[in-house]
């Protein structure tokens, strides 16, 4: 715990603060996926608690501070470029919010995230979406043509049957007049 003196008093800062900071100074590197803080930071997480200095080891002196920091690192970033990035963040970072100097910033890569990034998933699917509308857009055209050959089949049906009606009419009227013309022989 440090405890810088004042004229007013003691201000105490405890260990788990600069973990804190620490832990949030280091997942603000682009390349670090997430921080890894073992069993114990797993119970917490399963209670239901954020554990803000998950993958952070502190040890604190008087005027002074060390700190591990267990990270997982996304795929494709360059590992010895996020570490050091990480290390110069967190240092800054610690020094400017608490006034300790920082003797050690020790980065441990303990993983490499290997999915793909949720936006390049969003891409895919709208990818996949655009191929699927030019396919069903293929589909309803002939879609389409269906349609009007079914109609203009309904249509011919429709007219077939009218000519047959208007056949079987004049036959009748035919029929009718031929009976008529035997009766009035």
């Known amino acids: 715990m440090y405890q810088p003196a004042h004229d007013y008093g003691s201000v105490h800062i405890a260990d788990e603060v600069i973990g804190i900071i620490a832990g949030l100074a280091a997942t603000e590197i682009e390349g670090v996926k997430s921080m890894t803080g073992g069993f114990a930071g797993g119970l917490v997480e399963l209670l239901g608690k954020k554990n803000l200095s998950k993958g952070v080891k502190v040890e604190v002196g008087e005027k002074e ?21 990480v290390q110069e963040n967190v240092k800054k970072a610690v020094e400017g ?16 995230d290997t999915h793909m990034p949720k936006v390049e998933h969003e891409e895919e699917r709208k990818e996949e979406k655009k191929q699927e509308e030019k396919e069903e857009s293929k589909k309803g055209k002939k879609g389409k043509k269906g349609r009007k050959e079914k109609k203009e ?33």
């Open 97 to 112: 919010m608490t006034g300790l100097k920082m003797v050690e910033v020790n980065v441990f890569i303990t993983g490499i």
């Open 153 to 185: 089949e309904k249509e011919e049906k429709e007219e077939k049957v009218k000519q047959e009606e208007q056949e079987k009419q004049e036959k009748q009227e035919k029929k009718g007049k031929e009976e008529k013309n035997k009766e009035g022989d």
């Open 65 to 85: 501070a060390k700190v591990d920091l267990y990270l997982v690192i996304e795929y494709g970033a360059v590992v010895h470029a996020v570490a050091t990035k």
